[in-house]
């Protein structure tokens, strides 16, 4: 059953009542990290596990998920190697009213500096569950950026002729 969630903007991120908010550094530059979060769509299967499916569409992109959560998104950033962000419009999730996800992208000395906020509402018991499963979801995000980290680096040595 798909359901629609209450449209929300970017102040979401901010003062939602459950924002998961994680933070990792990578070697990549900011202008590849961004391209591969908002322009390689399809590419994110490779490099996160939790997704297992994702396609661009005309407002955002269609993600499916481990388990077959199903998200219809609409882009409400895209700053190019500054910020990527999306809400969620259609799921089939129990329990979700609303739902948007910010990728803040900043240079770190050398490095990149990716934070990931997942915004969500919805009802008490489904707050509590996120909240609890806050460990497994930074799990899962650091795996995915270390894996991301992994695959533009190989990108990068190719492109510089270095393999």
Known sequence: MVRQL???????AESAPVRLVFVAEVAASPEDVYRA???ETGEWPRWFTAVTFA?????????????????????V?????KR???????????????MLEE?????????????????????APLRLLLRAARPGVGRSFRD???ELDRRLAV????REGGG
């Open 6 to 12: 209450r449209g929300v903007g970017l102040d979401f």
């Open 37 to 39: 979060l908002a322009e």
């Open 55 to 75: 396609r661009p569409t005309a407002e955002g992109r269609e993600v499916h998920l481990k388990g077959g959560t199903r998200f219809m998104e609409t882009v």
């Open 77 to 81: 950033a895209a700053e190019p190697a």
């Open 84 to 98: 990527y962000a999306y809400r969620i419009d259609l799921t089939n999730a129990p329990g979700l009213t609303a």
């Open 103 to 123: 990728w803040r992208i900043r240079p770190a000395g050398a490095a990149t500096r990716v934070q990931w906020t997942m915004a969500v509402d919805g009802p």
């Open 144 to 146: 995915a950026v270390r």
């Open 155 to 158: 990108r990068r040595q190719k």
